[in-house]
């Protein structure tokens, strides 16, 4: 049989769909898939159907191709989330609000969730993250403790897929923080009293409330809000490029 034959499959399955259940069946992280050859007589087709259906999992963060070895399995990750959502964010900074409306719906039960197993070690990050924040001498810097702590909350819920999708959008959150904290600058806040917000979340999560550690992140969120209205009331724009140079830091 050529490379380009194809023979008959029952039902003519899709050789990706095919290869998908086989690395959920046989293979876990880290580990290589059999060679070209060998899947495509497990698969019955052509190797060229194998390599197209390689290709078509490593788009989508299933396998890993490195040159001269075969494929290897590779965890989930969000990153198609990701671009979704920083793609959205840059072709239309205005989206920023539909963002924070997606933040509210997972990060008031991040916080809800992260009040009840979030432990001391987890506990102690945050409460870094926030001291970073205070300590933070250009935007940059206060920007990236800001993104630790709301992934670190994440993470201590306890729930993957929510740490996970947090992760994904670090992204397009960041870009939101960079407006929202113009806002908030222009309405006369600092990033002290926005680092107190932070510690209010965390304070009710060190005391295992759930309840009050929800309400402390609506707080945050609408606080948020209005920040991000000051800064799109006049100029709705994302600009990364001069956050370092932030004069209103």
Do not use: C
Not at 116 to 143: F, T
């Amino acid at each position: 049989m050529s490379e380009t034959d194809e023979p008959e499959r029952p039902g003519n399955r899709d050789a990706a769909t095919e290869l998908e259940e086989l690395i959920f069946e046989r293979f876990g992280v880290g580990e290589l898939l059999p060679s070209e050859s060998e899947l495509a007589t497990r698969l019955g087709v052509s190797r060229l159907t194998v390599r197209e259906a390689i290709r078509s999992l490593q788009a989508r963060g299933l396998v890993e191709i490195r040159k001269g070895r075969r494929p290897r399995v590779t965890a989930p990750s969000g990153d198609q989330i990701g671009d979704f959502f920083n793609t959205l964010l840059r072709w239309n900074p205005g989206s920023a609000f539909e963002l924070l409306e997606v933040r509210h719906g997972l990060e008031v039960q991040t916080s809800t969730l992260a009040a009840n197993n979030a432990g001391s070690s987890d506990v102690s990050a945050m409460e870094l993250a926030i001291r970073a924040m205070d300590r933070a001498e250009d935007a940059a810097e206060y920007h990236d403790a800001d993104l630790r702590f709301h992934e670190l909350l994440a993470r201590a819920s306890g729930n993957r897929m929510l740490g996970l999708l947090i992760e994904a959008m670090a992204g397009s959150l960041r870009d939101s923080m960079i407006a929202s904290y113009r806002g908030h600058r222009k309405l006369g806040g600092s990033h002290i009293d926005a680092a107190e917000q932070h510690r209010e979340v965390l304070d009710r999560v060190r005391q295992r409330d759930p309840g009050g550690a929800a309400e402390a992140m609506r707080r945050h969120l609408r606080t948020t809000e209005r920040d991000l209205r000051a800064v799109f009331h006049t100029a709705p724009t994302v600009d990364t490029a001069n956050e370092r140079r932030d004069p209103d830091f």
